[in-house]
């Protein structure tokens, strides 16, 4: 039997817009047998149950991740796979990525107020933090999209 992999999946729990069960249900309705969930600096799409779930489904899950980080002020992607979920060390570090890059946005949300007077509903931020568990530029550009200031995530991104 043929195997099709999708190793760079994202779901919402970075800037994709399905849950991990929903990516697990596409996956295998368009044939595909082994994915990777590589959310953006963060393994929270990963459960037991949800590695059960794929294993009744017939998919293998194998654990990814999708690390931010800079080089020379360029921006780099690195893709990790087959780790331990459970590392200690692991998961302290993402959670300091987690809080940085929330105070990270709430400079980027204080510097639209002051330099472009854009208020924007503490509510919506709020609420991606409590159903994503994590925000960055991709979120607040579709937020900024949603409130007319921007017709796309891409003017969003070239024009603050």
Request: net charge negative; proline share 2%.
């Amino acid at each position: 039997m043929e195997k099709i992999m999708d190793l760079h999946v994202h779901t919402n729990c970075s800037d994709g817009s399905l849950s991990p069960k929903e990516v697990i249900d596409l996956a295998v309705k368009n044939g595909v047998t082994v994915i990777s969930i590589t959310d953006h600096d963060t393994i929270d799409a990963y459960s037991d149950e949800l590695f059960d779930y794929a294993e009744s489904r017939n998919l293998i899950l194998i654990p990814g991740i999708e690390i931010s980080t800079k080089y020379n002020k360029c921006g780099i992607h690195v893709l990790g796979y087959n780790f331990d979920l459970y590392n200690q060390e692991l998961n302290q570090r993402l959670k300091e990525l987690k809080e940085h890059s929330i105070e990270n946005i709430k400079l980027y949300i204080k510097q639209l107020e002051e330099d472009f007077n854009i208020i924007l509903p503490s509510n919506e931020i709020e609420e991606l933090l409590n159903k994503v568990g994590n925000i960055g530029r991709p979120q607040l550009a579709l937020i900024l999209v949603k409130y007319n200031y921007c017709k796309t995530v891409r003017e969003a991104f070239d024009k603050y």
